[in-house]
């Protein structure tokens, strides 16, 4: 079986946060996203330091499908350089894993 990776992205809020899960999910590259509360971002950007609202967004997918859908997310995104990153799942509910895996492709 191919393994399984959790993304991690920030969007600006959660409209753009929920269209893009809807997108993902309605081209299969992701089985599931979780879209969390609004936290606050303190980060450099061209030089400055910004501080800024923003929604949190976890997705499960499959680690091959990490490029497809980055290059995605960034076609959707209002961001210049929006955050996309990859944690592996090491483990888990057998169930659910079994689950994901039957949602993307």
Not at 15 to 26: C, F, N, Q, T, V
Not at 28 to 52: F, K, M
Not at 57 to 78: G, W
Request: glycine share 6%.
């Amino acid at each position: 079986m191919e393994e399984l990776t959790l993304l991690y992205v920030t969007c600006a809020d959660g409209d753009e946060a929920k269209r893009i899960a809807r997108g993902l999910l309605a081209d299969r590259l992701v089985a599931c996203a979780n879209v969390l509360s609004p936290h606050t971002a303190i980060y450099r950007w061209q030089g400055e330091v910004q501080e800024d609202a923003e929604v949190g967004m976890l997705l499960k997918t499959r680690r091959d499908l990490t490029v497809p859908v980055a290059e995605r997310i960034k076609a959707m995104h209002s961001y210049d350089l929006p955050c996309v990153v990859s944690l592996p799942i090491h483990g888990g509910s057998a169930d659910f894993l079994a689950w994901l895996h039957a949602e993307v492709g």
